[in-house]
Structures are given as structure tokens and as C-alpha cells.
T-cell receptor, first 107, second 113 residues
Framework: DAKTTQPNSMESNEEEPVHLPCNHS???????IHWYRQLPSQGPEYVIH???SNVNNRMASLAIAEDRKSSTLILHRATLRDAAVYYC????????FGAGTILRVKS | EAQVTQNPRYLITVTGKKLTVTCSQN?????MSWYRQDPGLGLRQIYY???????DKGDVPEGYKVSRKEKRNFPLILESPSPNQTSLYFC????????????FGQGTRLTVV
């Protein structure tokens, strides 16, 4: 799994969009980009994944750079329930987690 | 319903008493993995398995054993637990291609006294 780099923490206001960045400059051509989030004392929860094209689902959108060296998770309207640690993973065959980004949402 | 089931959810044990944490998945995934999570250290991979009878060490394998005799099960074995193995443990199952989501168990909170 290629190494990923994310900011340690970010803060957002409730009801506003949040853009969580991730760098994965050593990603291989066949590695998917996955995002998971984790609430305290709970198992990681799948958010979204993609390979080359931008992806949307009911939870979020994933924007992947054309060179695939970075991606951005977009939460369109942050709620207090979105406060969590967000992990970006360059998915090889080991599913290795980095430090993630702590997202704080202010009401 | 797709799920990964870990048991037990909570366990308090004494130093040196062998224990096993079970993990079972119902998605026919080839890959399974164990993690431990400690405050400030994130999710660290202990062992992973690519298929039946195929396992490999992760980043923190010392003091742990695993086995993969059936595709659905991937137990984590602590043959002589020590207090530094007090942690929150998660099991995951996923496909090798990465084209589908990974699934995680609810976690096992282990305390070794």
C-alpha cells in the first residue's frame, strides 16, 4: 500500500461543505483510493472509494486528481454526526491505515 | 447482511493466560486483517491473510499468532498475554482488488492485568 499524507486535523461549521485532502504521490496505477471514518471506540466505517474518475454516493463525493497523486473527500453539508477521524487509504493488498484527519464540526 | 463478527466484545484477563479472539466474515472475502488501536497511535496492522493457510506479519506482530484454516474465520491468538497488549482490536475483511469496500468488526476491548 502506498503511503498517504493527510492533515492532522480540520474544523468545519455545521451545514457547510468540508474538503478533506489526501496526498498519495506513490500510488500505483491499479490501487484504488478508499476513505473510511471512525467514531470513538467504533470500527472504521466505509465512506467512498474510486480509481480514476470522481465518485459520488449518499455520504460524500470523491474528487481524484488527474495524475492520481492526490484526492479530496467532500462532505457537502457537515453535520455534528460527521465529526470523526477520516482515513484515506491507497488500497494495495494490505489495507494499511495512516494517521488520518480529525474532523471537528462546530455548531 | 454483509458483516464481520468479532467475539468477545470485552475481555479482562490475567497475564499469561492464553486467549483467542474470534473473527468471522460472511462475504467470502479472500483477505482478512487484524489491527490494534491505542490512544494516539491509530490503527496498526498486526497480521493479515490473503487466503486459507496464507498469512503474513503486519507492523506489530510480536506476541500474537493467527491462523486461517477456513476462509470465513481468522482468529487472533495471544498465547501469553501481557499488560502491554491491553488495547482495542479490530478485524477486517476485504477483497484483493480494492474495487469494493472493506468491512470491519465492532471491536474487542482487551484488558490484561
Amino acid at each position: 500500500d502506498a503511503k498517504t499524507t493527510q492533515p492532522n486535523s480540520m474544523e468545519s461549521n455545521e451545514e457547510e461543505p468540508v474538503h478533506l485532502p489526501c496526498n498519495h504521490s506513490t500510488i500505483s496505477g491499479t490501487d484504488y483510493i478508499h476513505w473510511y471514518r471512525q467514531l470513538p471506540s467504533q470500527g472504521p466505517e466505509y465512506v467512498i472509494h474510486g480509481l480514476t474518475s470522481n465518485v459520488n454516493n449518499r455520504m460524500a463525493s470523491l474528487a481524484i486528481a488527474e495524475d492520481r497523486k492526490s484526492s479530496t473527500l467532500i462532505l457537502h453539508r457537515a453535520t455534528l454526526r460527521d465529526a470523526a477521524v477520516y482515513y484515506c487509504i491507497s488500497y494495495g493488498n494490505k489495507l494499511v491505515f495512516g494517521a488520518g484527519t480529525i474532523l471537528r464540526v462546530k455548531s | 447482511e454483509a458483516q464481520v463478527t468479532q467475539n468477545p466484545r470485552y475481555l479482562i484477563t490475567v497475564t499469561g493466560k492464553k486467549l483467542t479472539v474470534t473473527c468471522s466474515q460472511n462475504m467470502n472475502h479472500e483477505y482478512m486483517s487484524w489491527y490494534r488501536q491505542d490512544p494516539g497511535l491509530g490503527l496498526r496492522q498486526i497480521y493479515y491473510s490473503m487466503n486459507v493457510e496464507v498469512t503474513d506479519k503486519g507492523d506489530v506482530p510480536e506476541g500474537y499468532k493467527v491462523s486461517r484454516k477456513e476462509k470465513r474465520n481468522f482468529p487472533l491468538i495471544l498465547e501469553s498475554p501481557s499488560p502491554n497488549q491491553t488495547s482495542l482490536y479490530f478485524c477486517a475483511s476485504f477483497s484483493p482488488s480494492g474495487g469494493t469496500e472493506a468491512f470491519f468488526g465492532q471491536g474487542t476491548r482487551l484488558t490484561v492485568v
